[in-house]
């Protein structure tokens, strides 16, 4: 689906503004001021928070197929998840997911 | 040779490697964000501003949706919190550069920059202020030069494509892809998981908010789980 431009000339600098705040903050601002431990322990999970939950409904139920689980889609999914952890790298878990992706719609196509 | 060079030359040594990883990972944003309507101009513009590339996907992915605005922005920024841990983390090793420098450190301010800088930090504790300042900038180039590469590479192929291709599903291989190898600690798994439950059952919610609920609880019980499990040291 096409992106529309009034939204994205609006999400473009106030992105930009906003990550460029959080990247000066300490650096440029606030200096030696130090973060309560709480908030650096909870700011951790971001990444682990937010990525998972943001991808877990287009999983499950993919646009592409109207919203009906594909089961190529939920193997693709699972040998992304599976070879990043193993090989603890984002290289082989694109590889395994596109790889798995495009075999299964090839063989349960 | 001055040192303040020779530390330089080790940091665009040492980042050349990210080849690997941000090559692929650009060109997959260029080819996504033409594939979704965004100009040559646009794609350049989106990379030079905001130089964030999970918050780009995110926000390029949310657009698609057409989720509202604040949503868009909410998740991005979220995606990017991140982003003030490192800010904190480099401040006792550059804080003391002129502010002009810090500013401009503050932008190249990435994924790939931070992990390596502190690493080399903490290998040379003896390092002089000019001479980390040096590194880090050794460190960025490369991987500035190759993001936007990359960029252009796929935002060209984008446009070469054909529609029926479709490649709907780059962008949630390319996130598990990222988040799989972070998943190292019990606590990183239950994050993961209340993400994945909590973003499926309050799916129902207007657009976004399901997901940012989701993401606080699941961020706040990988906190507490880590709490529960690092032992109380003594003073």
């Known amino acids: ?109 | 040779m001055t040192p303040t060079r020779t530390a330089f030359l080790r940091g665009f040594r040492h980042s050349l490697p990210f080849f690997v990883v941000l090559m692929p990972f650009g060109m997959l944003f260029g080819v996504l964000a033409t594939e979704a309507g965004l100009t040559l101009t646009e794609v350049i513009t989106f990379s030079l501003t905001v130089f964030a590339g999970a918050a780009q996907f995110a926000a390029l992915q949310m657009m698609q949706d057409q989720a509202p605005l604040w949503a868009i922005l909410a998740t991005a920024m979220a995606v990017n919190l991140r982003l003030l841990m490192y800010s904190v983390a480099l401040t006792p090793h550059l804080g003391g550069a002129p502010l002009g420098i810090r500013a401009i450190i503050a932008y190249f301010l990435v994924d790939q920059s931070f992990a390596m800088v502190m690493a080399e930090y903490t290998r040379h504790p003896a390092m002089t202020r000019s001479d980390k300042i040096a590194y880090f900038f050794g460190v960025v180039t490369p991987v500035m030069v190759m993001w936007f590469a990359a960029n252009l590479a796929g935002a060209q192929m984008g446009q070469a494509i054909p529609p029926e291709y479709a490649l709907d599903f780059a962008i949630p291989i390319t996130f598990l892809a990222l988040v799989a190898p972070l998943l190292r600690k019990p606590a990183d798994w239950v994050a993961a998981g209340l993400s994945v439950t909590g973003a499926l059952a309050l799916a129902g919610l207007p657009y976004g908010t399901g997901l940012l609920i989701a993401a606080a609880i699941a961020m706040v019980a990988g906190a507490l789980v880590e709490t529960i499990q690092t032992p109380q040291v003594a003073p």
């Not at chain 1, 529309?4 to 609006?10: A, E, G, H, P, Y």
């Not at chain 1, 040998?79 to 193993?86: C, E, F, Q, Y």
């Not at chain 1, 082989?92 to 349960?108: H, N, S, V």
Request: glycine fraction near 12%; charged fraction near 10%; hydrophobic fraction near 55%.
């Open chain 1, 1 to 109: 689906m096409s992106v529309d431009k009034t939204v994205l000339w609006t999400v473009m600098p106030a992105l930009a503004a906003g990550t460029y705040l959080l990247r000066f903050s300490f650096l440029g601002l606030l200096g030696s001021a130090v973060l309560p431990g709480w908030l650096q322990r909870v700011l951790r999970y971001t990444a682990v928070a937010i990525l998972p939950g943001l991808v877990a409904p287009g999983v499950l139920w993919p646009t592409a197929t109207g919203g009906d689980p594909d089961p190529a889609r939920l193997l693709a999914a699972l040998a992304t998840v599976a070879a990043g952890v193993t090989f603890r790298s984002m290289l082989a878990g694109i590889g395994a997911g596109a790889a798995t992706l495009f075999a299964a719609q090839t063989l349960l196509g």
